[in-house]
């Protein structure tokens, strides 16, 4: 496969999920905001389906085993993680929501210590501490001492 197509699917993932927040911003101007996340379940999970079925073609019963760990995984996962994100968007401004998100490989690594047994290196905790620096940095626009000004819709 071609480098350069798979940094330009890459750039537009980039796109579309960092626009999702500018878009959740507009939608809950005219949806509540678990109308909107259940629309945008309902959509993603047929839009899936259909790839699945249509891509992978898998037997009823190998989908039928595991149903229950995949509607779970997409509630937990999924809806409610956009609940919550559109719901702050009542109460923040998209970046703030999108700053947060961005937190998220920190704890998948932390996570991973005690469910995965992985250990964490030195370089690791730096790029962590770092990156929470940033977001902390542009939530209070770098006055940390403001940290009790946070908004409901950060929290």
Same mark, same amino acid.
């Given at each position: 496969m071609n480098h350069a197509w798979t940094y330009v699917r890459l750039a537009a993932v980039s796109v579309f999920w960092g626009a999702s927040f500018n878009a959740g911003e507009l939608a809950i101007h005219a949806m509540p905001p678990l109308t909107v996340t259940a629309w945008r379940f309902l959509i993603a999970a047929a839009l899936m389906l259909l790839l699945l079925f249509v891509k992978e073609k898998p037997s009823w019963s190998t989908v039928?085993?595991? @149903?229950?760990? =995949?509607?779970? *995984?997409?509630?937990?996962?999924? /809806?409610?993680? !956009?609940?919550?994100? /559109?719901?702050?968007?009542? =109460? #923040?401004?998209?970046?703030?929501? &999108?700053? @947060? $998100? &961005? #937190? !998220?490989?920190?704890? #998948? &690594? %932390? *996570? +991973?210590?005690? %469910?995965?047994?992985? !250990?964490?290196?030195?370089?690791? @905790?730096?790029? $962590?501490?770092?990156?929470?620096?940033?977001?902390? $940095?542009?939530?209070?626009?770098? +006055? /940390?001492?403001?940290?009790? !000004?946070?908004?409901?819709?950060?929290?």
């Open positions: 039928r085993s595991s @149903i229950w760990v =995949y509607i779970l *995984l997409g509630v937990v996962g999924v /809806f409610v993680t !956009n609940a919550l994100q /559109f719901t702050a968007l009542k =109460y #923040t401004p998209p970046l703030h929501p &999108a700053l @947060i $998100m &961005a #937190t !998220n490989p920190i704890v #998948t &690594a %932390l *996570l +991973a210590v005690p %469910l995965l047994k992985e !250990n964490i290196r030195k370089g690791q @905790i730096i790029g $962590m501490l770092c990156s929470l620096a940033g977001v902390l $940095m542009v939530i209070t626009n770098g +006055a /940390f001492w403001q940290l009790t !000004n946070i908004s409901l819709g950060d929290l």
